[in-house]
């Protein structure tokens, strides 16, 4: 069964330092959502793909983070400087569609961020 | 005002009990309603979806939806140790951008 996939699964940082996720979609996947999950709340978005293009990104910071995906597979998410408050779960989706209806999203098992 | 409330429990009951999950909305655009179950360290998985008012139901798993009042449920019936998990509500007008609730956790006390 087709599965996203995202590394590291755990990292643990330094604040002021960056720090890089990589997430390969399900393949033919055009969609890609990047996701940053507090404990105890649910997924917000950060960032979403269409092919290669953002489609959305109204609640990444832009300060610190960036995001690519430079041939509309697979997507970095990086954080420069790394803060306290960016200790989350990053999970990564992809979906086969996106627009009007419903397409479902798929997520990987996410990146477990620590920021001492 | 958080366009999704969920409230996040936790939530204990015994094995074979009926489980009652809700949701609240703000926005009346919300068309697509969603469940997502997500078991500890990883990611949510679509459970079910509904579109604009009703019910669906898929085995032990009812989802409702209620546009009037802006709710929405999910019931598990026969709940079973393998259900513990964190239930996310999400909603979605039908265009790019899922909303979710901050989830419930569940424990199904074997």
């Known amino acids: 069964e087709a599965e996203v996939a995202q590394s590291p699964r755990y990292k643990i940082t330094e604040k002021s330092q960056a720090v890089a996720f990589w997430c390969d979609p399900i393949s033919g996947h055009a969609t890609l959502y990047w996701y940053r999950q507090i404990l105890g709340q649910g997924p917000e978005l950060l960032v979403q793909f269409q092919d290669e293009s953002v489609v959305d990104d109204s609640q990444l910071p832009k300060d610190r983070f960036s995001a690519e995906r430079l041939k509309g597979v697979d997507s970095t998410l990086k954080i420069q400087p790394a803060e306290l408050g960016d200790s989350a779960m990053y999970l990564c989706?992809?979906?086969?569609?996106?627009?009007?209806?419903?397409?479902?999203?798929?997520f990987g098992p996410g990146t477990r961020l620590t920021v001492t | 005002q958080k366009e999704v409330e969920q409230d996040p429990g936790p939530l204990s009951v015994p094995e074979g009990a009926i489980v009652s999950l809700n949701c609240t909305y703000s926005n009346s655009a919300f068309q697509y309603f969603m469940w997502y179950r997500q078991y500890s360290r990883k990611g949510p998985e679509l459970l079910m979806y509904?579109?604009?008012?009703g019910n669906k139901e898929d085995g032990r798993f009812t989802a409702q939806v209620d546009k009037s009042s802006k709710y929405i449920s999910l019931f598990i019936r026969d709940s079973q140790p393998s259900d513990s998990a964190t239930y996310l509500c999400a909603t979605n007008t039908g265009g790019f951008k899922t909303i979710f609730g901050a989830g419930t956790r569940l424990f199904v006390k074997a």
């Open positions: 989706a992809s979906s086969s569609t996106s627009g009007t209806g419903l397409s479902e999203q798929y």
């Open positions: 509904t579109y604009s008012s």
